[in-house]
């Protein structure tokens, strides 16, 4: 499956973004599909996931603040996040496993700054 991610910017803190990643095939059969960031200097980190049977999981540093939800029709992932934060500030690649192989999509780039 090929994902191309898409919704990043530059916010203040406080703001709103909604990132979205799109698939190439249907994501029904897709059992894990979650969002990673990588903030400059430091490791690649899940942010939030979700399977196909509707488990999520987030990161604590996101929990209260960012949703992720999908739409089976549109084929696509969705990362909404709210109450932006300075360390919120990375390049945002979103990930799904297709029968057992990893496919990541480009990173979309969120700058959280006053």
């Known amino acids: 499956v090929q994902l191309q991610a898409s919704g990043g910017g530059s916010v203040q803190p406080g703001g709103s973004l909604r990132l979205a990643c799109a698939a190439s095939t249907s994501i029904l059969g897709l059992t894990f599909m979650g969002w990673y960031r990588q903030a400059p200097g430091k490791q690649r980190e899940l942010v939030a996931s979700?399977?196909?049977?509707?488990?999520?999981n987030k990161a604590d540093a996101v929990k209260g603040r960012f949703t992720i939800s999908r739409d089976n029709a549109k084929n696509t992932m969705y990362l909404q996040m709210n109450n932006l934060k300075v360390e919120d500030t990375a390049v945002y690649y979103c990930?799904?496993?297709?029968?057992?192989?990893?496919?990541w999509g480009q990173g979309t780039l969120v700058t959280v700054s006053s």
């Open positions: 979700l399977t196909n049977d509707g488990r999520t």
């Open positions: 990930n799904a496993i297709d029968s057992g192989w990893p496919s």
